[in-house]
């Protein structure tokens, strides 16, 4: 299965840190995404998906 490259770059940097992670991650199905998996699913919705994943995650100050 081929990975969107700018997609598991945008995944990793933003969010997991670890390109092994982030692969796992996006190949897994997710209820936000409607039961699909990130490669599955529309490119905007889950770079949205991350940017809020990224927000819930974030240290409070």
């Given amino acids: 299965m081929s990975i969107n490259p700018g997609l598991l770059t945008l995944a990793t940097e933003r969010f997991f840190g670890d390109?092994?992670?982030a692969r796992y991650w996006l190949q897994t199905p997710h209820r936000a995404l409607g039961g699909l998996r990130p490669?599955?699913?529309e490119l905007a919705a889950v770079i949205e998906l991350i940017g809020q994943?990224?927000?819930w995650t974030s240290p409070r100050r």
């Fill in 19 to 21: 390109e092994d992670e």
């Fill in 39 to 41: 490669v599955d699913a």
């Fill in 53 to 55: 994943l990224q927000h």
